[in-house]
């Protein structure tokens, strides 16, 4: 057992053990927050679904074995005084496990059985293999014993409810060697492709060419960004289901879709190093506009949602995505990404306007992303600052497409829009201090302590000057040593773990960061920028953080806080000649 370690170590506690491509992990997460005491093959076809339980054992008692385990990018260890179990990927369905001093049990995680639930467990003779089928995630996960014997089976070919499982060990405690595949049906027997310690490089070659190629400025000065690079490329699975591109996750613990907001920061964080990539993450969910030309709220392995949507951020994105290409896109995908945007434009002039009304409304905070900000207390059918910022911006991006496709007219008429629209949001909403939020129903306006009402700074140098200021101003109540909270922590309404509440957020400080620049907020942008990188350096990439400990919360493995964490980190870098 002679693998050497490369790239960062990370605890499986917060980040999953997994591989470019594959559609399950190696994790105690189980369900959403939930951590059991062994690790899991955690799959995430047809939902996230807890399907084995691993657990080393003590060759002498058979018992559990008391370990730690480590893990770097391409290698998991179960470590302990008497031996140890090593994991890695030999491809993206199929890992290989390997002991020594030490057994290992593979089991059903789920002892109930039921006609429509469960797992079964057999032994296949056609393959000499021993198969686990799972009802959750409708595959099957086979066991090969390459070296080694099985020491012990339970509740093969068992219905009902009881333990299924087999143990593993090598003769007189000494070397056995497993493979473990998730399948869809059936395929030839298992051979092994290369020697353990030949997949573990290739798999450490694999990140380590990753890394190199979405974050080559890294520096002493950026000390996460190969750990966040991991959690993008851990994250990303190959196409599958209703995933029709190679798609990064918001997560492979339980915020496992890909949210119509979300996939923007994964693209431009990729954008430079692996252009493909990064466009298929910003094309994947307009593969499923619907004929309104509305985005769905998400798009995983086995589910499209269309309940809700997420803010029109795309033109913005669109040309971040554009500037950060190493070789321009074809006049084809110009095309397909200018039809794309005109029709998710158009769904928020035409379905989300009311009659007679010049803005477009959010039905619900989910709508903008920012699902329970206090902005949305008084009602949720609301006109808001942030959502017409983002339309100005779009129209502002076709225009600009429309002059590369050389459509004379367009140019005109999305620029003309986008001026009109612009004035028509300082007419309405604008006091002369800040942006108000008004009911679509009744026209009552009113003000919040969000910091949603604080975002159309992401107009940048579009905004008049005592606007943009006066935005800045607001925004520095908002800063703690660690980000900006989402909702001012003086405020009665703030929550520490409140979600929208008041927890610092990766989206909303890239999206103010970048408005503070473009409008000549240098400073302020520096010093929110330096903040986030040290909150992620010191605390990891949660899907959100305490504003005032800097804890993470939720979902700790999320990849566009990690995104976000590169984006600041190689623009920091740069600017300081890096």
Same mark, same amino acid.
């Given at each position: 057992?002679?693998?050497?370690?490369?790239?960062?170590?990370?605890?499986?506690?917060?980040?999953?053990?997994?591989?470019?491509?594959?559609?399950?992990?190696?994790?105690?997460?189980?369900?959403?927050?939930?951590?059991?005491?062994?690790?899991?093959?955690?799959?995430?076809?047809?939902?996230?679904?807890?399907?084995?339980?691993?657990?080393?054992?003590?060759?002498?008692?058979?018992?559990?074995?008391?370990?730690?385990?480590?893990?770097?990018?391409?290698?998991?260890?179960?470590?302990?005084?008497?031996?140890?179990?090593?994991?890695?990927?030999?491809?993206?369905?199929?890992?290989?496990?390997?002991?020594?001093?030490?057994?290992?049990?593979?089991?059903?995680?789920?002892?109930?059985?039921?006609?429509?639930?469960?797992?079964?467990?057999?032994?296949?003779?056609?393959?000499?293999?021993?198969?686990?089928?799972?009802?959750?995630?409708?595959?099957?996960? &086979?066991?090969?014993?390459?070296?080694?014997?099985?020491?012990?089976?339970?509740?093969?070919?068992?219905?009902?409810?009881?333990?299924?499982?087999?143990?593993?060990?090598?003769?007189?405690?000494?070397?056995?060697?497993?493979?473990?595949?998730?399948?869809?049906?059936? &395929?030839?027997?298992?051979?092994?492709?290369?020697?353990?310690?030949?997949?573990?490089?290739?798999?450490?070659?694999?990140?380590?060419?990753?890394?190199?190629?979405?974050?080559?400025?890294?520096?002493?000065?950026?000390?996460?960004?190969?750990?966040?690079?991991?959690?993008?490329?851990?994250?990303?699975?190959?196409?599958?289901?209703?995933?029709?591109?190679?798609?990064?996750?918001?997560?492979?613990? +339980?915020?496992?879709?890909?949210?119509? +907001?979300?996939?923007?920061?994964?693209?431009?964080?990729?954008?430079?190093?692996?252009?493909?990539?990064?466009?298929?993450?910003?094309?994947?969910?307009?593969?499923?506009?619907?004929?309104?030309?509305?985005?769905?709220?998400?798009?995983?392995?086995?589910?499209?949602?269309?309940?809700?949507?997420?803010?029109?951020?795309?033109?913005?994105?669109?040309?971040?995505?554009?500037? &950060?290409?190493?070789?321009?896109?074809?006049?084809?995908?110009?095309?397909?990404?200018?039809?794309?945007?005109?029709?998710?434009?158009?769904?928020?002039?035409?379905?989300?306007?009311?009659?007679?009304?010049?803005?477009?409304?959010?039905?619900?905070?989910?709508?903008?992303?920012?699902?329970?900000?206090?902005?949305?207390?008084?009602?949720?059918?609301?006109?808001?600052?942030?959502?017409?910022?983002?339309?100005?911006?779009?129209?502002?991006?076709?225009?600009?497409?429309?002059?590369?496709?050389?459509?004379?007219?367009?140019?005109?008429?999305?620029?003309?829009?986008?001026?009109?629209?612009?004035?028509?949001?300082?007419?309405?909403?604008?006091?002369?201090?800040?942006?108000?939020?008004?009911?679509?129903?009744?026209?009552?306006?009113?003000?919040?302590?969000?910091?949603?009402?604080?975002?159309?700074?992401?107009?940048?140098?579009?905004?008049?000057?005592?606007?943009?200021?006066?935005?800045?101003?607001?925004?520095?109540?908002?800063?703690?040593?660690?980000?900006?909270?989402?909702?001012?922590?003086?405020?009665?309404?703030?929550?520490?773990?409140?979600?929208?509440?008041?927890?610092?957020?990766?989206?909303?400080?890239?999206?103010?960061?970048?408005?503070?620049?473009?409008?000549?907020?240098?400073?302020?942008?520096?010093?929110?920028?330096?903040?986030?990188?040290?909150?992620?350096?010191?605390?990891?990439?949660?899907?959100?953080?305490?504003?005032?400990?800097?804890?993470?919360?939720?979902?700790?493995?999320?990849?566009?806080?990690?995104?976000?964490?590169?984006?600041?980190?190689?623009?920091?870098?740069?600017?300081?000649?890096?």
């Amino acid at each position: 057992m002679t693998a050497a370690r490369s790239g960062p170590a990370f605890s499986v506690h917060d980040i999953p053990f997994s591989t470019h491509g594959s559609w399950f992990g190696i994790s105690p997460v189980v369900a959403e927050k939930t951590y059991a005491d062994d690790l899991h093959l955690v799959s995430h076809q047809n939902g996230m679904h807890a399907v084995l339980r691993l657990v080393p054992l003590d060759t002498a008692t058979g018992d559990r074995a008391e370990t730690r385990v480590e893990a770097t990018p391409g290698l998991l260890s179960w470590i302990s005084e008497g031996g140890q179990v090593d994991l890695a990927y030999e491809s993206a369905d199929t890992v290989r496990l390997r002991g020594s001093g030490l057994g290992m049990s593979v089991s059903a995680a789920a002892q109930a059985l039921t006609p429509f639930s469960g797992t079964y467990f057999f032994h296949d003779p056609a393959t000499d293999a021993h198969v686990f089928t799972s009802y959750e995630t409708g595959r099957r996960y &086979r066991v090969t014993v390459v070296s080694g014997t099985v020491a012990d089976t339970a509740g093969a070919q068992a219905l009902g409810s009881t333990d299924r499982g087999l143990v593993v060990t090598g003769e007189a405690g000494g070397a056995w060697e497993i493979a473990i595949e998730e399948l869809d049906t059936a &395929r030839p027997p298992y051979t092994a492709s290369a020697a353990f310690d030949a997949i573990v490089e290739a798999v450490q070659s694999s990140f380590a060419d990753f890394v190199d190629r979405v974050a080559p400025w890294r520096s002493s000065a950026t000390p996460a960004a190969e750990l966040a690079a991991y959690v993008v490329w851990s994250a990303t699975v190959r196409p599958a289901g209703l995933v029709t591109r190679p798609a990064v996750l918001m997560s492979k613990h +339980w915020m496992d879709k890909v949210w119509s +907001w979300d996939h923007c920061f994964n693209a431009l964080a990729l954008a430079s190093g692996c252009p493909e990539l990064a466009w298929d993450q910003f094309a994947l969910p307009f593969d499923h506009q619907d004929d309104s030309g509305a985005l769905p709220d998400s798009v995983t392995h086995s589910e499209v949602l269309y309940n809700f949507v997420k803010p029109p951020i795309h033109g913005w994105a669109f040309g971040h995505l554009r500037r &950060r290409l190493r070789t321009p896109l074809s006049r084809a995908e110009l095309t397909e990404a200018y039809e794309r945007l005109e029709r998710w434009t158009d769904f928020w002039l035409t379905a989300r306007r009311a009659p007679g009304a010049a803005l477009a409304h959010y039905q619900h905070g989910n709508d903008s992303g920012w699902d329970n900000a206090t902005t949305f207390d008084p009602e949720r059918v609301v006109v808001t600052a942030d959502l017409t910022a983002f339309l100005v911006l779009q129209m502002h991006e076709l225009a600009d497409l429309a002059r590369q496709l050389l459509k004379a007219d367009e140019v005109r008429r999305w620029t003309r829009a986008a001026e009109e629209l612009q004035a028509t949001l300082l007419g309405q909403l604008w006091t002369g201090d800040r942006f108000v939020a008004r009911s679509v129903v009744t026209g009552d306006t009113w003000s919040s302590s969000s910091l949603l009402d604080l975002v159309p700074i992401v107009l940048g140098e579009h905004l008049p000057a005592d606007v943009s200021s006066a935005l800045a101003d607001h925004i520095k109540a908002h800063l703690t040593p660690y980000g900006l909270a989402t909702e001012l922590a003086a405020s009665p309404h703030y929550l520490a773990d409140g979600y929208w509440r008041g927890p610092i957020w990766a989206p909303a400080t890239i999206l103010i960061e970048d408005g503070l620049r473009r409008a000549g907020h240098h400073r302020l942008a520096d010093d929110l920028s330096a903040r986030f990188r040290a909150l992620c350096e010191t605390h990891g990439f949660a899907e959100n953080f305490d504003a005032l400990t800097g804890t993470g919360l939720r979902d700790r493995a999320y990849t566009w806080t990690a995104s976000s964490y590169l984006l600041l980190a190689e623009a920091h870098a740069h600017r300081n000649g890096h």
